[in-house]
């Protein structure tokens, strides 16, 4: 289908590891994406991954890849209350056209 | 030296009534594109503009209507507005359509929050 799949909540508890999940739908996307979106704001890129690879490490965060499934996990390491938002796969489709499509959202939460 | 722009960021209008927003980037892409986002944070593709050419269209009503003066400014002008408008839109913008160095990151504006009473 077109849909680009997430849960809609994660709760975690501050300075636990954090994994959301997202699977996409299309096998020859080219480039899959993290965002970030804060209350009342504009998404901002986390990360981005390149089809040909399995992982990708950026200080706190981790993206995992598995192109057979068709999965894409983000792992955000040492959990802070800073990083409350909702959090977009998104996956880019075709090459010649900038067509991005992105997931609901998974909305992560942090407890005390 | 804000990247992506976009005014107003509220914007709360009668039904029927005809409303513009606009967006501008500083820096140096040659797409950019709107979006929309509706009450459960679902995020579409409206249009997407590549140099002032339209290259993306999404099935959007034709009330809606892009307008690119240049490749830094992308406006969005709606007609006759709805209930069902009321959203925030987003405006983004990339590098190349490709993908290149930059993977074709998109970069979003701060979003116009359009209420339609």
């Known amino acids: 289908g077109e849909d680009v799949e997430q849960s809609l909540f994660l709760s975690v508890r501050e300075g636990d590891s954090s994994v959301i999940n997202c699977t996409y739908t299309?096998?020859?996307?080219?480039?899959l994406y993290w965002y970030k979106q804060e209350p009342g704001a504009g998404l901002q890129l986390l990360t981005y991954?390149?089809?040909?690879?399995d992982m990708k490490q950026d200080q706190r965060l981790t993206v995992l890849l598995n192109k057979k499934d068709k999965h894409l996990s983000l792992r955000i390491a040492d959990t802070q209350t800073g990083d409350s938002a909702i959090y977009f796969c998104a996956e880019r489709r075709g090459s010649s056209a900038s067509k991005i499509i992105f997931g609901s959202g998974t909305r992560l939460s942090i407890r005390p | 030296d804000t990247a992506v722009s976009q005014t107003p960021k509220y914007l709360v209008t009668q039904m029927g009534n005809d409303k513009s927003i606009k967006c501008e980037q500083n820096?140096?892409?040659?797409?950019m594109y709107w979006y929309k986002q509706d009450s459960k944070k679902f995020l579409k593709i409206m249009f997407s503009y590549n140099n002032k050419e339209l290259i993306i269209n999404e099935t959007v009503p034709n009330r809606f209507s892009p307008k690119s003066p240049d490749k830094a400014h992308l406006n969005l002008h709606i007609n006759s507005l709805e209930l069902g408008d009321s959203a925030v839109y987003f405006c983004?913008?990339?590098?190349?359509?490709?993908?290149?160095?930059?993977?074709?990151?998109?970069?979003f504006g701060p979003g116009t929050r359009l209420l339609v009473l």
């Open positions: 299309d096998s020859s996307s080219t480039y």
């Open positions: 991954i390149f089809s040909n690879m």
């Open positions: 983004a913008s990339s590098q190349d359509r490709g993908g290149g160095g930059t993977g074709g990151t998109q970069y």
């Open positions: 820096l140096g892409h040659d797409t």
